[in-house]
């Protein structure tokens, strides 16, 4: 892709002294993918990752946004979107490697694309498993900045995971994503299950999921009456 992006710079209008941009970040997308896979080698040997796999991580999730930066302002929206995506499986080899995730939102992004892509229970399923691998190689940090914003990535990220684990049609994964929803985001979870009643009224969701969503909103969301 950061091919793409040097093909599509060279044939725009763009004055010629910056051509060097999408050449460096395509040398060094490739010389990135060169280390990883020196470290992967590295990582069989030892169960533990090398030190350098967080500072490589934010490396390559900055690069990937350049890149999506880079094809966006040569308004190309449907590129830049390709390029997003790859932050997922990026960040998928940082945390099975050892890393520690700090850049949130390309992946975010990337998770809800696939979620909103895909339809089958069981790839929602193999999903749940990537969004819980994020989640438990996310920094710290993420989530202590997360407080009183509602648009932070990583609250999304939690909220998200449990739309997934819904259209999963798994109780098994239904009710940890929801369990997070109440113990980490208590201020999101009356909407969150409100809204899960809602959908269920609009979608034909199987009687083991309607369920546990009835659980949950009445646990959590449902008005309570003054005797």
Not at 25 to 45: F, I, K, T
Not at 72 to 90: D, R
Not at 99 to 115: C, D, H, K, S, Y
Not at 130 to 150: F, G, N, R, V, Y
Request: charge should be negative.
């Amino acid at each position: 892709m950061a091919a793409q992006v040097q093909y599509a710079w060279e044939t725009s209008s763009r004055p010629g002294d910056e051509m060097d941009m999408p050449i460096m970040l395509r040398e060094a997308m490739s010389q990135l993918v060169d280390m990883l896979n020196h470290l992967g080698e590295q990582h069989q040997d030892s169960s533990a990752g090398p030190p350098e796999i967080n500072t490589l991580c934010e490396y390559g999730l900055h690069l990937v946004e350049e890149l999506s930066q880079v094809a966006s302002g040569l308004e190309q929206p449907v590129l830049a979107a390709e390029i997003e995506q790859l932050s997922l499986p990026f960040a998928l080899w940082f945390a099975r490697h050892g890393g520690e995730i700090r850049q949130l939102t390309p992946i975010v992004n990337a998770l809800a694309f696939f979620a909103n892509q895909a339809s089958d229970p069981q790839a929602m399923a193999r999903l749940y498993t990537h969004c819980c691998e994020l989640i438990e190689a996310t920094s710290p940090a993420c989530e202590d900045s997360a407080a009183d914003k509602p648009e932070h990535p990583w609250r999304l990220l939690l909220l998200n995971r449990a739309i997934v684990a819904t259209r999963s049609h798994n109780p098994e994964l239904m009710e940890p994503a929801f369990d997070a929803i109440v113990e980490c985001l208590p201020q999101d979870a009356m909407r969150f299950f409100a809204e899960g009643m809602e959908q269920m009224a609009i979608i034909d969701y199987p009687a083991q999921v309607r369920e546990v969503v009835r659980r949950y909103f009445a646990a959590y969301a449902s008005p309570r009456r003054l005797h």
